[in-house]
T-cell receptor, first 115, second 114 residues
Framework: DGGITQSPKYLFRKEGQNVTLSCEQN?????MYWYRQDPGQGLRLIYY???????QKGDIAEGYSVSREKKESFPLTVTSAQKNPTAFYLC??????????????FGDGTRLSIL | AQSVSQHNHHVILSEAASLELGCNYS??????LFWYVQYPGQHLQLLLK??????LVKGIKGFEAEFIKSKFSFNLRKPSVQWSDTAEYFC????????????FGTGTRLQVTL
């Protein structure tokens, strides 16, 4: 079954610690995205990547970093600079990165909490 | 930059009632419009989408939405809701030609009672 796998499902971070959230897709999609979901705020775009070795900041990139070394993988690092990291993180992918009408497919999410 | 407004934050309906969830966007150019649904404990999935053509689009599970360009709206409707429609619904938009960089609304939580 093709899809998007996010791991872990739950993650706890200590103050001052960086953590990395994994996102893997086997849909052969060009574009991948990271969103943050907070109650009452919907989804906000953190970073997105349209091709390998290239990525762009979204609306709330501060305190986060990404890499796109392989087409199928788009890990997100939540750094210690992110002052309010507790949230639900969603990864998504879509085909044909230069086409705006491709719907996005979402993973099951990772819930990050601060200890 | 574009923005999306969903005015209903929490809607409670009885089974068989009709549903209409509002979605308005702000952007001066041509857009693609989407409704996504998130059932409890499940991942976000596409309900329906509008790119061009007939402004009335039909999606899965009996949902439909109408794009009214003059009102910048893309309201979601269903004639008769079921208990299994209990979920959170998100409207999203992206300008055409900007890859799939979506802007989401804040979501509407729908609770259907038996």
């Amino acid at each position: 079954d093709g899809g998007i796998t996010q791991s872990p499902k739950y993650l706890f971070r200590k103050e001052g610690q960086n953590v990395t959230l994994s996102c893997e897709q086997n849909l052969n999609h060009d574009a991948m995205y990271w969103y943050r979901q907070d109650p009452g705020q919907g989804l906000r775009l953190i970073y997105y990547s349209q091709i390998v070795n290239d990525f762009q900041k979204g609306d709330i990139a501060e305190g986060y970093s990404v890499s796109r070394e392989k087409k199928e993988s788009f890990p997100l690092t939540v750094t210690s600079a992110q002052k309010n990291p507790t949230a639900f993180y969603l990864c998504a992918s879509s085909g044909l990165s230069d086409s705006s009408n491709q719907p996005q497919h979402f993973g099951d999410g990772t819930r990050l909490s601060i200890l | 930059a574009q923005s999306v407004s969903q005015h209903n934050h929490h809607v409670i309906l009885s089974e068989a009632a009709s549903l209409e969830l509002g979605c308005n966007y702000s952007y001066g150019g041509t857009v693609n419009l989407f409704w996504y649904v998130q059932y409890p404990g499940q991942h976000l999935q596409l309900l329906l989408k509008y790119f061009s053509g007939d402004p009335l689009v039909k999606g899965i599970k009996g949902f439909e939405a109408e794009f009214i360009k003059s009102k910048f709206s893309f309201n979601l409707r269903k004639p008769s809701v079921q208990w299994s429609d209990t979920a959170e619904y998100f409207c999203a938009v992206n300008p055409t030609g900007t890859a799939s960089k979506l802007t989401f609304g804040t979501g509407t939580r729908l609770q259907v009672t038996l």
